[in-house]
């Protein structure tokens, strides 16, 4: 059974090919889902290093690992974020066997609230991690690049849970909602308006009924403002639904 706070969590998200997949005929090497369990809610987005002979599977790994590693950690009580880490990149290593990781580097940008209504986001690489809150205020994770060239990370890069940007939140409010985006959107997306994009998805997507709001979404991904961008397109949204009975 849901917990309270887990019953008024909803979530979705798309992926699309970018146009130079399309022209390469290659596929989409970015990755998403969305869970629920007894960990709690959750959605992680991937983008697998395109330079890399195994991006799609790392990325696709990644999403995996995520939810391999939430029901161990959520089983231990006050267990710390540092042994979520340290869970994904052991479940992500076990997924690309027999590849190796250096082959399948992939980032991960993931956020889970938990049955106590704790939230936590976690990014490891490029992308944007963002949260718009109920009273309309913006919050944006700032993940960090690697080194003198301005390199992303990714697992398959990472050494260490410090690698990672993480808050925690004691909880996502009524009317607040995450946005986990891969870069071929996050590049796009101007910093005053990102706010406005999440409110936008979650009021023009959040009620249509989920086969319609897939075809939809993934449309607009496709003809996306940007013309000229040619990386694939991924996003997730979390969300927590507003009731009559919160305080104004």
């Known amino acids: 059974m849901l917990s309270p706070s887990q019953s008024r969590l909803a979530w979705f998200g798309a992926s699309v090919r970018g146009r130079s997949h399309i022209q390469q005929n290659r596929p989409n090497e970015d990755a998403w889902t969305g869970t629920t369990g007894s960990f709690g809610t959750a959605i992680v987005v991937s983008d697998g290093m395109g330079s890399k002979p195994n991006a799609r599977i790392g990325s696709q790994m990644a999403c995996r690992a995520v939810k391999d590693a939430l029901k161990p950690w959520a089983k231990s009580k006050d267990a710390p974020t540092a042994t979520l880490l340290r869970l994904v990149h ?9 590849a190796r990781e250096e082959d ?21 690489g490029d992308g944007i991690a963002a949260i718009r809150h109920g009273d309309g205020s913006l919050e944006i994770l700032q993940g960090e690049r690697q080194g003198f060239t301005n390199q992303t990370t990714g697992l398959g890069i990472a050494k260490t849970t410090k690698d990672w940007t993480v808050i925690t939140k004691p909880t996502l409010s009524p009317n607040s909602a995450v946005l986990l985006a891969t870069d071929g959107i996050a590049d796009d997306l101007v910093g005053d308006r990102i706010g406005d994009f999440i409110h936008t998805l979650v009021t023009d997507f959040g009620a249509m009924v989920p086969s319609d709001r897939r075809y939809v979404l993934q449309r607009e991904l496709r003809n996306w403002a940007t013309p000229k961008h040619l990386d694939d397109k991924t996003l997730a949204v979390l969300w927590c639904k507003y009731s009559k009975d919160d305080p104004k």
């Open 104 to 124: 399948s580097v992939a980032t991960c940008l993931f956020a889970v609230v938990i049955p106590s209504g704790e939230l936590t986001i976690a990014q490891l």
């Open 90 to 98: 052991l479940f992500w290593g076990l997924r690309v066997l027999p």
